[in-house]
């Protein structure tokens, strides 16, 4: 099970910091990932972290803006969100793939219930 929150009502420019608590699995066996869909709009890859936390990924429209991490021993993932926009508001869902290695949002097999944020101008 994958629990996300966090998300709120920010202004553009600041900053949210996303959790995602993991239970019933060996979280550490699992590649985490940040995935968005915005209202009309596909879902899009945000973020992924290997499975150790020595290895990151990132879409090219959040790169230099947002980092994610992880605590193995808090079976948490977190992303923190700096310089935020308002083409960054969506629905945020954190989402756990065996496998390293692409873009794909069907590639995660496992997702949590999402958190809203909503960026205003």
């Known amino acids: 099970q994958l629990q996300a929150s966090g998300g709120g009502l920010v202004q553009a420019g600041g900053s949210l910091r996303l959790s995602c608590a993991a239970s019933g699995r060996t979280f550490s066996n699992y590649v985490m990932g940040w995935l968005r869909q915005a209202p009309g709009k596909e879902r899009e890859f945000v973020a992924a972290i290997s499975w150790s936390g020595d290895s990151t990924s990132y879409g090219d429209s959040v790169k230099g803006r947002f980092t994610v991490s992880r605590d193995n021993a808090k079976n948490t993932v977190y992303l923190q969100m700096n310089s935020l926009k308002p083409e960054d508001t969506a629905v945020y869902y954190c989402?756990?793939?065996?496998?390293?290695?692409?873009?794909?949002?069907?590639?995660?097999?496992?997702w949590g219930q999402g958190t809203e944020v909503t960026v205003s101008s």
């Open positions: 989402a756990a793939r065996t496998l390293w290695g692409g873009v794909d949002p069907l590639t995660y097999g496992y």
